[in-house]
């Protein structure tokens, strides 16, 4: 069989640790759509009022804040106003300010070392960040903002392959872990290991690390890739 084991929402999840926003962190913790959360806060709506547009709308911006985008980004992203797509942003980071200190604090501290660090110590160097040209400048700042938490979803999954590759072989076991894509890890698995396989992957996913808020998995099977991933 091919097992498909794929982190959710991996990436919002390190933010949400790494900035210890309170509603971002408690979104996580009560198991919510978090699409549909900040849909609710950036339209100021309740979640019964929740649109299929309004919920893609924050999927674009949640993972816009991650990688830095500026209104004029959003706007070309979404096909708005640069106006409504500033006021989008603003209206996220009225309610969730944790994370707007957060990214002040990163660029701030990046500015001062030149470099940024992931969650378990990985530095990337980025010189960017202080160029006299706005282009190149505006370059570091968002690769400043999103070293830190994509880098630790990235140190996240090679320490997981490690720790899961390990269990196989302690166990002796047929199974192997054949390729990463992403969030994602692909096995190939013994069809009488199907159920020892799918309790190691999705131990070794969900356990590799403590954050302040549950990492989650979602694991598909098949006899092909198509099945793996329906």
Do not use: C
Not at 27 to 52: P, R
Not at 69 to 96: R, T, V
Request: proline letters at 2%; charged letters at 25%; zero cysteines.
């Amino acid at each position: 069989l091919l097992f498909s084991s794929d982190y959710s929402q991996i990436e919002l999840r390190v933010l949400a640790h790494m900035s210890q926003d309170k509603l971002l962190i408690n979104t996580f913790l009560k198991d919510e759509d978090i699409h549909s959360k900040v849909a609710q806060e950036v339209f100021k709506v309740s979640a019964d009022k929740v649109t299929h547009e309004m919920r893609r709308t924050a999927k674009v911006i949640n993972f816009g804040i991650i990688y830095g985008m500026s209104g004029f980004g959003l706007s070309k992203e979404l096909g708005i106003s640069q106006g409504e797509a500033q006021q989008y942003i603003d209206n996220y980071f009225e309610m969730y300010s944790g994370v707007r200190e957060y990214i002040n604090r990163v660029l701030e501290e990046v500015r001062s070392r030149g470099f940024a660090t992931t969650l378990s110590g990985r530095i990337r160097y980025i010189p960017e960040i202080n160029n006299p040209d706005p282009a190149v400048r505006q370059l570091g700042e968002r690769a400043a903002m999103n070293t830190p938490i994509q880098g630790t979803a990235a140190d996240i999954i090679k320490m997981a392959m490690v720790n899961i590759n390990k269990v196989i072989k302690e166990r002796n076991l047929a199974s192997r872990l054949i390729m990463q894509i992403h969030d994602e890890l692909v096995f190939e698995v013994k069809e009488e290991e199907s159920d020892i396989m799918e309790n190691i992957i999705k131990k070794g996913m969900e356990q590799v690390i403590t954050l302040s808020v549950p990492l989650k998995v979602s694991l598909g099977k098949g006899k092909n890739w198509a099945q793996a991933h329906d």
